[in-house]
């Protein structure tokens, strides 16, 4: 009886062996051949008007579509500024990070027509059907606003929480848009806290980015960090400055300063976004990829 049982036991030992658990292995295929890079710049685009015009503050919506297409093919990937200023890029191997910025918070950024549909030929409109065909391209920038916020009063609030939504954040751009440069210290704390606090009642944190207008920083630098006004402390997490060059990377720590980094215009001119492209695509200038 003990031989023939042991033989059933052997015979289920050969029959039903113990599975074998393999852990599962997914390779992510690299966006572009360039090699990683992490000390090679970052491309902060700069835009205002996205609509038809004849300087550099504008561009088209089918060329915002352009630029959209390019960046992609060209393997960037967008991140926010804190992502960028905080290292905290999450970008696929071999991508490399844009920073699409927008200024003033003008309606062709984002307006929702009356039917509740946003309009196609805004800049939300226009890089939400991008994203339909490229979900790895997201709506994910840094909305530098002023107070009139895209000038659909009361659409503010639903505005601010679709880009949060979306991934996107939003900047203080000062109140009255003035050239912090030529102004006092306490008219600037004034400029920077009211808008300060005007965001804070839509949701956005207190220490949010911020951008000078037309990239003139106060004469007090200290101010576009920290400074206390009226009994308040105000914080921001980063300053941008504008026009043409890409920024440094934040592992460089001798060049890079979350304080005072370059962005590139979103133009057609020299130096502007369209220049820089075409000199990385000549092997000119290195940019940051990820491993």
Known sequence: MVTILAGILTFGQHTAPTPTQTAATT????VTTRKANT??????????????????????????RKDLERYYDMGFR??????????RMNLAPGASPIVITFDDAHPNQFTILKDGTIDPKCAVGVWLDFAKTHPDFPVKGTFYVLPVLWGQHSLIQKKIDMLRGWGSEIGNHTYDHPFLNR????KVKYEIARMNDLLVKYGIPPNMP????????????????????????????????????????????KHFDRYHFERIGANGGEMGIDWWLNRLKNGKVQVYVAP
């Open 27 to 30: 390779t992510v295929a690299r």
């Open 39 to 64: 000390m090679g710049k970052v491309f902060v685009v700069m835009y205002h008007h996205i609509r038809e015009g004849k300087n550099l503050m504008f561009r088209s919506p089918e060329k915002f």
């Open 78 to 87: 967008p991140v926010t500024v804190s992502e960028y200023v905080g290292n």
């Open 183 to 186: 102004l006092s210290d306490d």
């Open 210 to 253: 911020f951008c000078p207008p037309y990239g003139e920083y106060p004469k007090n630098r200290q101010l576009v960090k920290s400074f206390e006004y009226k009994g308040k402390t105000y914080r921001h997490s980063s300053a941008s400055m504008a026009w043409d060059s890409p920024a440094a990377s934040p592992n460089d720590t």
